[in-house]
């Protein structure tokens, strides 16, 4: 079942073009992994530095290996020094569960 991944990052003011450039590459390094469908990455209008990144996935197996994977986390630790707070998760299923 496909599942869509919401993460989301609140970014310090300043660097635009060295976390544009991180979020390439990590779209680059997930576009390569088995299950991956699609992702895109809206920027608050509002508010600049609130980034949400929704990446679509065939499965959530597909998603947690691409999350646990060592290429992922670096780019993750990469990003993490821009930020104010820690990145945020949500995982939704498209259609309704069988088990409701």
Same mark, same amino acid.
């Given at each position: 079942?496909?599942?869509? *991944? ?13 976390? &544009?450039?991180?979020?390439?590459? +990590?779209? $680059? ?24 990144? *929704? ?13 646990? &994977?060592?290429?992922?986390?670096? +780019?993750? $630790? ?23």
């Amino acid at each position: 079942m496909l599942v869509k *991944i919401f993460i989301k990052r609140r970014f310090k003011k300043g660097k635009v073009k060295e976390i &544009n450039a991180i979020l390439r590459d +990590f779209r $680059a390094g997930a576009m390569d992994r088995p299950g991956y469908v699609s992702g895109e990455t809206l920027v608050s209008f509002d508010d600049p530095q609130n980034v949400l990144v *929704i990446g679509t996935w065939q499965d959530m197996e597909s998603w947690l290996a691409w999350k646990d &994977n060592p290429k992922r986390q670096n +780019f993750e $630790a990469m990003l993490e020094i821009y930020q104010e707070s820690p990145t945020s998760y949500e995982a939704f299923m498209l259609g309704v569960p069988p088990q409701l």
